[in-house]
């Protein structure tokens, strides 16, 4: 909760009032620092546990010697490549430190107050973040199966909506829209609003209908796809994501992105990243395997999962997730309880290495026992 002792909010822009800061998932370092463990596993912020590939690496190490200079502020082979692997113009390309900030600057163009932007309930905390924090109302649809209920977020969109936030597939809750759905619910939006379709988790995603929302730029003017190099890429470190837009759009967004905003090693690494395609294809295929793994693993222990598609799956514990996300610290283990995102029974379980999710199924066993 936002600190009413703080002595320079009343300073602050009125709607910073009200937010709270957004808390990532516990480090490593200092689980061991209150805990006194050791070898702990982290499973909690949807990394890939493979890493990296090695052309990223390699292409990280070789800026070593050039560390005095300043990046490329248009990221001129970075956003090149971008282009190249979407069959699109590099002005359609807006980079960013991390997708999150894309998502930002789209707030920060879009959005102000007296307007609103729409989402999901249980959807990406950025989203409402990025909008209270330019001062823009949030308008936010119950989900449907955890997932976006896109008749219930078409009915609010009206005269003063600008921005609306689809998360494909979402995240916390690993839930997908087909092609067909999604589409047609660009088509119904009116000229006035900027729809971004925020595919963080793309690479993952095996499902027959599940859409590739960049193919669609041509045909929706006021569309934005988000991507980051975070996940599959594994360069979560790094921050490096970007956006894909009308050029218009994306000329606008750029009037707000601060310069260098991506540093030089990202830049370097993401263009490796993107090519190494074997990379993605190992990190994939062990994602897959493993999701089916441990989501047969909490069955087995009677818990519900939300079918996902992700890189994580969230379950429901049947009781408070926060004692449980405790209690599994204690043991070593890392998770995420979700009730920020309206979800106080969840939690979500990034997939790891496989002795890694072999320590996640016993822990839970363990601290789930009567």
């Not at 052309?55 to 971008?82: N, V």
């Not at 070593?332 to 999710?357: M, Q, T």
Request: hydrophobic content about 45%.
């Amino acid at each position: 909760m936002p600190n009413p002792d703080n002595p320079f909010l009343t300073l602050a822009a009125p709607q910073i009032a009200g937010l709270t800061p957004y808390v990532p998932g516990k480090p490593l370092s200092e689980l061991e620092r209150e805990h006194g463990i050791r070898e702990a596993v982290k499973l909690a912020s949807n990394e890939n546990p493979l890493g990296c590939g090695e052309a990223a690496q390699a292409a990280y190490r070789d800026c070593a010697s050039e560390l005095a200079r300043y990046p490329d502020g248009g990221a001129f082979a970075l956003r090149g490549a971008i282009a190249e692997h979407h069959g699109v113009d590099p002005a359609q390309v807006t980079v960013g430190n991390g997708s999150n900030d894309v998502l930002d600057l789209v707030a920060r163009t879009f959005l102000q107050p007296g307007v609103e932007s729409v989402f999901s309930e249980h959807a990406f905390a950025v989203y409402p973040i990025a909008t209270q924090a330019v001062g823009a109302a949030a308008r936010v649809a119950p989900a449907r199966d955890f997932g976006h209920d896109l008749d219930a977020m078409a009915a609010l969109v009206g005269e003063r909506t600008r921005v609306v936030w689809i998360a494909n597939p979402n995240n916390p809750t690993g839930t997908w829209l087909a092609a067909g759905p999604l589409r047609a619910f660009l088509e119904g939006l009116p000229a006035h609003v900027v729809a971004v379709v925020d595919e963080a988790y793309f690479e993952y995603v095996a499902e027959p209908d599940y859409p590739d929302a960049s193919r669609w730029l041509a045909d929706f003017p006021n569309l934005i796809v988000t991507r980051t190099f975070a996940k599959v890429h594994g360069l979560a470190a790094l921050r490096v994501g970007y956006g894909l837009s009308h050029p218009a759009v994306a000329e606008l967004l750029n009037r707000v992105r601060h310069p260098f905003n991506v540093n030089a090693p990202a830049q370097a690494a993401a263009v490796a990243a993107l090519g190494d395609r074997a990379h993605v294809q190992r990190s994939v295929e062990h994602n897959r395997a493993e999701l089916a793994r441990v989501s047969a693993g909490l069955q087995a222990l009677g818990l519900d999962a939300i079918p996902s598609v992700c890189n994580f799956v969230t379950v429901d514990l049947g009781r408070p997730a926060g004692p449980v996300d405790q209690a599994l610290l204690r043991e070593g283990v890392i998770c995420r309880a979700v009730g920020n995102y309206g979800l106080p029974n969840h939690l979500r379980i990034s997939i790891g290495l496989a002795d890694e999710n072999d320590r996640l199924l016993a822990a839970l066993d363990k601290v789930l026992a009567p």
